[in-house]
């Protein structure tokens, strides 16, 4: 999806002035579904279970109180374990409470003197939170997957805290441009290849070597510029020199960090070495711009400025509010990630394209990181990432836990 068309929010997150009871009756009262608020044809006149909210025993019974999808809060109800058909709810229900207990370590259930075993409230209302933010992010990455516009898929998991989907961040696949920076997206000349593998192809007329070898995986060292083939070339989508265009092929997850520096990616599936892994995108705005938010994130403790100087320093990436799943890629001063240049209908010096390639082979389950001092060249820069004078005055603790660690990020 182009990034226009990414400034509308996903209907799961467009803030209303109604209250979400009230809009729930409001549909059952005119028979009508809306699946952004739970009701669906299947449960417009039926019951169907969302999550589980609190437990008790009494006389022996098992009892759970029951959140209805589609239905208020306040029409929750009690009802006996052997009457609830939802296995995995259940299972979730349990681990959340176990989870509870182990952070706290003296939780226990109560048992009042008439017999009855209820859970403690502040147990409860944890249960409650987790069932709400498993729901809210299960939204967010169907969002995310709906967005996308590359094969591999986008999951999100939170085992650390309670934290949800990011109120303020706009998933797009290719850069936005500010207003009054244009980008120019059509090539005006191509290649003729019969096989671009073997040809003078277009990294040739740009005076480079062609990156990728048959493997699909990049030869060249880092400063090396990508010429890629663009949509005036008349070789086909096979084409050996069609990577970074094709997008992201892995299935990635962005998850909550146990150590304290937020959301990361991890990779789902193994990754070889040299192969390219994603692009890094966000708004296309000016150096001058890019000082002065980078003094705003100061205060937030945040980085997600990346120059665009190859050749010149006239333009910077922000990903703070728009971008991909780069995103959430954290820093690491030993990466598994390496920033290249890239080129393909736009070629604009001051514009390349961030792709971001594999240094060595990636298992599933790894975390994702890339250097955010490394520039395209390869060179370590403390101004690589975010050149204002605010950030260079500020240290920011590098987290990574890498043996080579620097201490800072900048």
Same mark, same amino acid.
């Given at each position: 999806?182009?990034?226009?068309?990414?400034?509308?929010?996903?209907?799961? $997150?467009? /803030?209303?002035?109604?209250?979400?009871?009230?809009?729930?009756?409001?549909?059952?009262?005119?028979?009508?579904?809306?699946?952004?608020?739970?009701?669906?044809?299947?449960?417009?006149?039926?019951?169907?279970?969302?999550?589980?909210?609190?437990?008790?025993?009494?006389?022996?019974?098992?009892?759970?109180?029951?959140?209805? #999808?589609?239905? /208020?809060? =306040?029409?929750?109800?009690?009802?006996?374990?052997?009457?609830?058909?939802?296995?995995?709810?259940?299972?979730?229900?349990?681990?959340? &409470?176990?989870?509870?207990?182990?952070?706290?370590?003296?939780?226990?259930?109560?048992?009042?003197?008439?017999?009855?075993?209820?859970? &403690?409230?502040?147990?409860?209302? %944890?249960?409650?939170?987790?069932? &709400?933010?498993?729901?809210?992010?299960?939204?967010?990455?169907?969002?995310?997957?709906?967005?996308?516009?590359?094969?591999?898929?986008?999951?999100?998991?939170?085992?650390?805290?309670?934290?949800? !989907?990011?109120?303020?961040?706009?998933?797009?696949?290719?850069?936005? /441009?500010?207003?009054?920076?244009?980008?120019?997206?059509?090539?005006?000349?191509?290649?003729? $290849?019969?096989?671009?593998?073997?040809?003078?192809?277009?990294?040739?007329?740009?005076?480079?070597?062609?990156?990728?070898? &048959?493997?699909?995986?990049?030869?060249?060292? !880092?400063?090396? !510029?990508? %010429?890629?083939?663009? =949509?005036?070339?008349? $070789?086909?989508?096979?084409? !050996?020199?069609?990577?970074?265009?094709?997008?992201?092929?892995?299935?990635?997850?962005?998850?909550?960090?146990?150590?304290? +520096?937020?959301?990361?990616?991890?990779?789902?599936?193994?990754? #070889?070495?040299?192969?390219?892994?994603?692009?890094?995108?966000?708004?296309?705005?000016?150096?001058?711009?890019?000082?002065?938010?980078?003094?705003?994130?100061?205060?937030?403790?945040?980085?997600?400025?990346?120059?665009?100087? %190859?050749?010149?320093?006239?333009?910077?990436?922000? *990903? *703070?509010?728009?971008?991909?799943?780069?995103?959430?890629?954290?820093?690491?001063?030993?990466?598994?990630?390496?920033?290249?240049?890239?080129?393909?209908?736009?070629?604009?010096?001051?514009?390349?394209?961030?792709?971001?390639?594999?240094?060595?082979?990636?298992?599933?389950?790894?975390?994702?990181?890339?250097?955010?001092?490394?520039?395209?060249?390869?060179?370590? =820069? =403390?101004?690589?990432?975010?050149?204002? /004078? *605010?950030?260079?005055?500020? +240290?920011?603790?590098?987290? $990574?836990?890498?043996?080579?660690?620097?201490? %800072?990020?900048?």
């Amino acid at each position: 999806m182009a990034a226009a068309g990414a400034e509308t929010r996903g209907a799961w $997150c467009v /803030p209303c002035l109604v209250s979400l009871d009230t809009l729930q009756e409001l549909c059952r009262k005119e028979k009508l579904t809306c699946k952004s608020i739970g009701i669906t044809k299947r449960n417009l006149n039926n019951y169907e279970v969302e999550y589980l909210c609190d437990y008790k025993v009494v006389k022996d019974m098992e009892y759970y109180l029951v959140k209805w #999808k589609g239905w /208020p809060d =306040s029409t929750s109800t009690w009802e006996p374990l052997q009457n609830l058909k939802c296995p995995l709810l259940l299972q979730q229900f349990s681990n959340d &409470k176990h989870n509870y207990l182990s952070q706290v370590k003296k939780g226990k259930a109560i048992i009042p003197k008439d017999n009855n075993k209820t859970l &403690k409230p502040a147990v409860a209302e %944890y249960i409650v939170k987790k069932a &709400k933010q498993r729901i809210a992010l299960q939204r967010w990455q169907d969002e995310l997957n709906r967005r996308k516009n590359h094969k591999g898929m986008i999951l999100v998991e939170n085992t650390v805290d309670l934290e949800g !989907p990011p109120s303020d961040f706009y998933y797009i696949n290719e850069y936005k /441009p500010a207003p009054g920076i244009s980008l120019v997206n059509e090539a005006t000349c191509g290649c003729s $290849c019969t096989d671009c593998f073997f040809d003078k192809c277009c990294p040739a007329e740009a005076g480079v070597l062609l990156a990728y070898n &048959k493997n699909q995986q990049i030869k060249i060292p !880092p400063g090396t !510029p990508i %010429y890629e083939c663009n =949509s005036r070339c008349q $070789c086909g989508p096979d084409c !050996p020199n069609r990577i970074v265009q094709k997008g992201t092929q892995y299935s990635l997850c962005i998850f909550r960090t146990s150590n304290g +520096r937020g959301w990361g990616v991890k990779t789902l599936v193994k990754i #070889k070495r040299m192969s390219f892994v994603m692009e890094y995108v966000g708004e296309v705005i000016t150096s001058e711009e890019a000082e002065r938010r980078g003094q705003l994130y100061d205060n937030k403790g945040i980085t997600y400025l990346f120059d665009l100087d %190859y050749e010149s320093d006239e333009f910077t990436v922000d *990903a *703070a509010r728009y971008g991909n799943v780069s995103h959430f890629v954290n820093h690491s001063c030993d990466p598994n990630l390496q920033v290249f240049n890239v080129f393909i209908d736009n070629l604009d010096t001051r514009l390349p394209r961030i792709a971001l390639f594999s240094t060595r082979t990636i298992n599933a389950g790894e975390e994702l990181t890339f250097d955010y001092q490394m520039k395209g060249s390869g060179d370590i =820069s =403390s101004d690589s990432i975010d050149l204002s /004078p *605010a950030k260079k005055r500020v +240290r920011t603790v590098c987290k $990574c836990g890498a043996v080579t660690c620097r201490g %800072y990020l900048n």
